[in-house]
């Protein structure tokens, strides 16, 4: 039973890292191309609008596609009548969007775009729709395809449209348009999702389980903007976009930690469904939250060590200051990925209030954060309360998510990490080569007391690997 689990989690793994890595690094190596072909200001215009369209696409389309991919992993579900409820509310969202047009207008910077805005909107909505019903029916392979080929269409397009064309900023948006299109397309032909095009017959009952577990996220997702995405606009409108265009910069980096196990937090979703109700399930759960921290923590303290010389090659020079921003968002995003896989229990248990409450707790401290912060020691106040709001939201979900799971951080993964990451984090402002030498010790300190995590891992997937 362990090695079947084991061997399920890892084979789960690696298809998620096929799909988003290789897809998530084409997206970070694109940034230097948007940082010379595109001005602060320019590329402060398109996070704003990248923003608006993050928060639309859950509000238009009442979250369905998180409850399209959940719901189709019951044992018994329909996934025909379950991928045509998504498609209905789509369309619906669709109709909806026009609403988009006269609040674009009521933002200065960003309403010459709103037709764009719009398309960006309904493309997104499309590609997480059907990306998510491959999730639901464990197409896992073909969903990873898709998210490969969503990459390579929209940097093809972006070298066309932003090198070639030089048509800036709807150069920019019209890549993604495309490129979200292309991939919903390819997500509805290999899901055959087009077979649920009938909207004669819809379950209601179903309809109304599915709405009401996803109509509850949709506050979630705002209360996720406001910490990921509300400090930009407020940068924007308190100090100025080409800040914002800097402090987006300055997300890059840290985010590769919740990108990398986000990877692993999504193969694990499938397993920790299976373990519900099994006699080992805390044990099991906490187990590999153990591994999870341990990685989780040697990424952080490598992206803080190596961030300001990797930054001087990867941005232009007008960029590089957004590493004084780093250490905060790094810190924040490294609590933040094992608040994310303590929320696993809230999928598994179909709590999507427990999502909520969680995201609203975190969200209330950070804007009113930012309101206080920002006017005092700008970006750096929006950094600030970013981490502090993930750290808290952390705390929330370890003692709420107690009446599924009791999670354990009494080990040395998470004590002596957390030490070393907030040593890490302060000796990247000792701005010479004595802090960057101090990082480089403390990041082998952590790869020789963590070898008990990295090494086992490494071998299983060889193994794995060669049974294939």
């Known amino acids: 039973m362990a090695k079947n689990r084991s061997d399920y989690l890892i084979k789960n793994t690696i298809i998620f890292t096929m799909g988003n890595l290789g897809s998530k690094l084409i997206s970070f190596f694109l940034v230097p191309l948007y940082t010379y072909a595109l001005t602060a200001t320019e590329y402060g215009v398109v996070d ?11 509000v238009l389309t009442l979250n369905i596609s998180e409850a399209v991919m959940r719901f189709a992993l019951d044992k ?22 026009l609403l988009i047009f006269p609040i ?16 960006y909107v309904v493309a997104l909505s499309m590609s997480q729709l059907y990306l998510c019903d491959l999730r639901g029916k464990e197409l896992l392979v073909y969903y990873s ?24 900023i709807e150069g920019y948006l019209k890549a993604y348009i495309i490129a979200n299109t292309l991939t919903a397309i390819y997500a509805i032909v290999v899901g055959k999702g087009y077979k649920s095009f009938n909207f004669s017959e819809i379950d209601k009952g179903l309809l109304a389980r599915m709405a009401k577990y996803s109509i509850v996220l949709i506050p979630n997702s705002f209360m996720w903007w406001i910490m990921n995405s509300s400090d930009r606009i407020m940068v924007s409108s ?18 590769l930690v919740s990108t990398l196990t986000t990877i692993f937090n999504q193969a694990w979703s499938y397993s920790a469904i299976r373990e519900e109700g099994t006699a080992d399930e805390s044990e099991y759960n906490n187990k590999i939250f153990k591994v999870l921290i341990g990685i989780v923590m040697l990424t952080g303290i ?57 995201g609203m707790f975190g969200a209330i401290f ?4 930012n309101f206080i912060l920002i006017p005092l020691i700008g970006v750096y106040g929006a950094a600030i309360a970013t981490c502090i709001s993930y750290i808290l939201v952390f705390v929330f979900r370890l003692f709420h998510t107690r009446k599924y799971i009791k999670y354990n951080i009494k080990n040395k993964e998470f004590l002596l990490g957390s030490i070393i990451l907030f040593l890490s984090a302060a000796l990247m402002y000792v701005d010479n080569w004595s802090g960057f030498g101090l990082q480089c010790f403390l990041l082998l300190v952590v790869i020789c007391l963590f070898s008990d995590i990295w090494l086992p891992i490494v071998r299983k997937m060889f193994q794995l690997k060669r049974r294939q």
């Open 48 to 58: 704003l609008i990248v923003t608006v369209g993050t928060v639309a696409v859950p």
């Open 76 to 97: 018994d579900a329909d996934k025909k009548k379950i991928t045509q409820i998504g498609t209905g509310i789509l369309i619906i969202g669709m109709l909806l969007g």
């Open 104 to 119: 674009c207008h009521s933002f200065n910077k960003i309403s010459q775009y709103s037709e764009f805005v719009y398309f």
């Open 145 to 168: 395809i898709g998210n490969v080929l969503n990459t390579f269409f929209i940097a093809a397009l972006n070298i066309l449209f932003l090198v070639v064309l030089k048509e800036g």
């Open 238 to 255: 308190m100090i100025s976009v080409a800040a914002n265009g800097i402090y987006a910069v300055s997300y890059k980096l840290p985010t």
């Open 302 to 358: 490598g992206i803080l060590t190596f961030a300001k010389p990797f930054l001087s090659v990867y941005v232009s020079k007008e960029y590089y200051i957004a590493w004084k921003y780093m250490p905060f968002l790094t810190v924040g995003c490294v609590y933040l990925t094992m608040a994310s896989f303590m929320a696993t229990s809230y999928t598994v248990h179909k709590d999507s209030f427990g999502y909520l409450f969680s």
């Open 366 to 369: 950070n804007i009113v954060m």
